[in-house]
T-cell receptor
């Protein structure tokens, strides 16, 4: 079956523009995570969706960042008025259940965002 | 907030030598996962540890979860060039549902 897919794979934008990043999780996975990874760094948690529950937005770095998950499946991460420090690889992951039970996160290939 | 420290940040070993990376949390964990990320790739799940003092093995890899469930380690015996990559731990605290990733240990194996 298909894994987690993300689009676009690369995005180059100008400072101040808005961008939308898309994530298609594995079918049937109720949990979806967004992370940000800067060059040579670890994964920074951004937001977490679980089923129909309110998302955990505690990792979003500013109000320029927002995310939606429509119909419990596809998710879109939106960054408004992009800044150069937003440049990073944005990774999406999905899993069968919550982090408190046995499950693994399946990562997508990521979207490399470059803000000029 | 939750902090997950991972050491060392970098490790260079000669092929055939052993390698260990350590993950430490400031709070008690519900469980811990380990991931491997090859250069240019995305993280791939290796294992999850849940029980206090748990030890799991996968061929040359040995994973341990501390008795207090605050630390974990990954040990690779007789490294090979295919082991090259960055190893991350991902911890879930007793409260909350999100994962906190460690800073990762980048392993270089010199043939």
């Amino acid at each position: 079956g298909a894994g987690v897919s993300q689009s676009p794979s690369n995005k180059v934008t100008e400072k101040g523009k808005d961008v939308e990043l898309r994530c298609d999780p594995i079918s049937g996975h109720t949990a979806l995570y967004w992370y940000r990874q800067s060059l040579g760094q670890g994964l920074e948690f951004l937001i977490y969706f679980q089923g129909n529950s309110a998302p955990d937005k505690s990792g979003l770095p500013s109000d320029r960042f927002s995310a939606e998950r429509t119909g419990g499946s596809v998710s879109t991460l939106t960054i408004q008025r992009t800044q150069q420090e937003d440049s990073a690889v944005y990774l999406c992951a999905s899993s069968l259940a919550t982090a408190s039970s046995y499950n693994e996160q399946f990562f997508g290939p990521g979207t490399r965002l470059t803000v000029l | 907030g939750q902090q997950v420290m991972q050491i060392p940040q970098y490790q260079h070993v000669q092929e055939g030598e052993d390698f260990t990376t350590y993950c430490n949390s400031s709070t008690t964990l519900s469980n811990i996962q380990w991931y491997k990320q090859r250069p240019g790739g995305h993280p791939v799940f290796l294992i999850q540890l849940v029980k206090s003092g748990e030890v799991k093995k996968q061929k040359r890899l040995t994973f341990q979860f501390g008795e207090a469930k605050k630390n974990s380690s990954l040990h690779i015996t007789a490294t090979q060039t295919t082991d090259v990559g960055t190893y991350f731990c991902a911890a879930t605290p007793n409260t909350g549902n999100q994962f906190y990733f460690g800073t990762g240990t980048s392993l270089t194996v010199i043939p």
